[in-house]
């Protein structure tokens, strides 16, 4: 779609691209491990997936998510899926921390808190250290035909 920034972009913090999906680094310093699951094709929501390709996207989120909790050991992770402002089907899988900034609100909710910037540069550092692991991961999943 013309106006679809999943659809129009090209994504620098890609990392990782199947043929129904690809992954984005979405992390920043207030969210040091943040990743985006995004549909390759142009559709809103889960119902417009073949039951396969739901099913495989299910895969790649829970080896995601899987990935993020041994890499970083956050003490939850978070799994969104709204597409209110970009209606592309994508996911968002988030670490979350009892000490970061927004804890325990939701990242879009009211910040409670500053975080140690040394906090931050090493959960950055093990967020970075993880992506090459995770593209692994998700590559080993078979993609329905």
């Known amino acids: ?7 129009t972009s090209q ?4 990392f990782w691209r199947g043929h129904y999906f690809y992954a984005i680094d979405a992390s920043s310093n207030d969210f040091p ?6 549909a390759v094709d142009h559709v809103a929501e889960m119902s417009a997936l073949s039951p396969a390709v739901r099913t495989y996207l299910w895969d790649l989120l829970e ?31 988030i670490a979350r921390w009892k000490d970061d900034g927004w804890y325990p609100e939701c990242p879009w909710g009211t910040k409670q808190r500053e975080v140690n910037a040394e906090i931050i540069k090493m959960r950055r550092k093990r ?6 692991k995770l593209a692994t991961a998700l590559a ?3 993609e329905p035909q």
């Open 1 to 7: 779609m013309a106006h679809c920034e999943f659809c």
């Open 11 to 14: 994504h620098q913090a890609e």
């Open 33 to 38: 491990g943040f990743i985006r699951i995004v």
């Open 63 to 93: 080896t995601t998510e899987e990935t993020m909790r041994d890499s970083l050991a956050p003490d939850k992770m978070n799994l969104a899926e709204f597409g209110n402002m970009v209606p592309h089907l994508h996911w968002h899988v």
């Open 127 to 132: 967020a970075e250290a993880m992506l090459p």
């Open 140 to 142: 080993a999943i078979s």
